[in-house]
C-alpha cells in the first residue's frame, strides 16, 4: 500500500468547491469557493479544511507553551529568547514567590533553557511567565530544534503521539509551541531514540496514517535496542 500524501496548494488556489465544506485556518471562501490563503499542505477532517504551513517563524500567542534561552539579565528580570521575531522578557514578578531581585543570576543564568508560558503579546514584545505548575529550568538532557509549524503533529490528537513517544522511550518530553524540544532520558541512548522518532515524525508530517507509521517505527527501534543490549550482555558473560 502506497503512502497518501497530502495535496500542496499555494495562495490563491481554489481548493474546494460548494457550500458543503467549511473554511479553516489558513483559507478563506469567495462566493461558493474556498480559496489558500498561504503556501502549504490541504488538510480535510470531516467539513472542515485547513492549511498546514510548511515553513515559516514561530508567532507567539498567549497561552503557547515555549523554551527560552536566557539572553541577559536585568534588575527585574531575564531577556528570553523564545525564536521568535519579538523581544520576549520573563519578569521576576512572573515567578514564584520564592523569587527575589537580590541576584537573579542566582536562579537562572545566561544561557540556561526555561520551559514558561506567553502570558501576553504586545507591540514591543513578549512577556513570560513560570507561574502554572510544570515550568522553569530544564536541566541536563538535551535540546532540538524542529519547524515550530510541525509541532502539532509531534504533539498529535490531544497528546497522543507525544504520549506514545514518551512512553515507548521512557523519557521526559517538554515541546514548545516554538520549535524546540527537551529530551531526558535514563541514558543517552533512551533521549538519541526519542529525538530519531520526533525527527520521524516531522519528516513525514504530510503523510496519512502518521501515528501507525510512527507506531511502527517505534517497534522497530525497540527491537533493534533490544538485540543490541542482549549482544552487550552475552559479550560480559564471556
Not at 29 to 44: C, H, Y
Not at 55 to 66: D, E, M, T
Not at 150 to 166: D, Y
Amino acid at each position: 500500500m502506497t503512502e497518501k500524501e497530502r495535496e500542496i496548494v499555494i495562495p490563491g488556489e481554489i481548493i474546494k468547491e460548494g457550500d458543503d465544506y467549511l473554511p479553516g485556518e489558513g483559507t478563506r471562501r469567495e462566493g461558493k469557493n474556498i480559496i489558500a490563503s498561504r503556501f502549504g499542505l490541504k488538510d480535510e477532517q470531516n467539513r472542515l479544511v485547513r492549511i498546514i504551513p510548511l515553513s515559516g517563524v514561530y508567532i507567539p500567542r498567549r497561552g503557547n507553551l515555549v523554551i527560552g534561552t536566557v539572553a541577559d539579565i536585568s534588575f527585574n528580570g531575564w531577556m528570553m529568547d523564545i525564536n521568535a521575531p519579538y523581544s520576549s522578557f520573563l519578569p521576576v514578578t512572573e515567578c514564584p514567590r520564592f523569587f527575589k531581585k537580590d541576584d537573579l543570576a542566582e536562579y537562572f543564568g545566561i544561557g540556561d533553557l526555561i520551559a514558561c508560558k506567553v502570558d501576553s503579546v504586545k507591540r514591543k514584545g513578549v512577556d513570560l511567565t513560570i507561574m502554572p505548575r510544570g515550568l522553569g529550568k530544564l536541566e541536563d538532557g538535551m535540546i532540538i530544534q524542529v519547524n515550530s509549524n510541525k509541532v502539532p503533529r509531534v504533539i498529535g490528537k490531544e497528546g497522543s503521539m507525544i504520549s506514545m513517544i514518551k512512553e515507548a522511550t521512557g523519557c521526559e518530553i517538554t515541546i514548545g509551541q516554538n520549535g524546540l524540544v527537551w529530551i531526558k532520558g535514563n541514558s543517552v541512548d533512551d533521549e538519541l531514540f526519542a529525538k530519531e522518532t520526533i525527527m520521524f515524525v516531522t519528516e513525514k508530517s504530510f503523510v496519512d496514517g502518521l501515528t501507525e507509521k510512527t507506531e511502527k517505527f517505534l517497534e522497530e527501534g525497540m527491537k533493534k535496542r533490544g538485540k543490541i543490549e542482549s549482544a552487550r550482555n552475552e559479550e560480559g558473560e564471556i
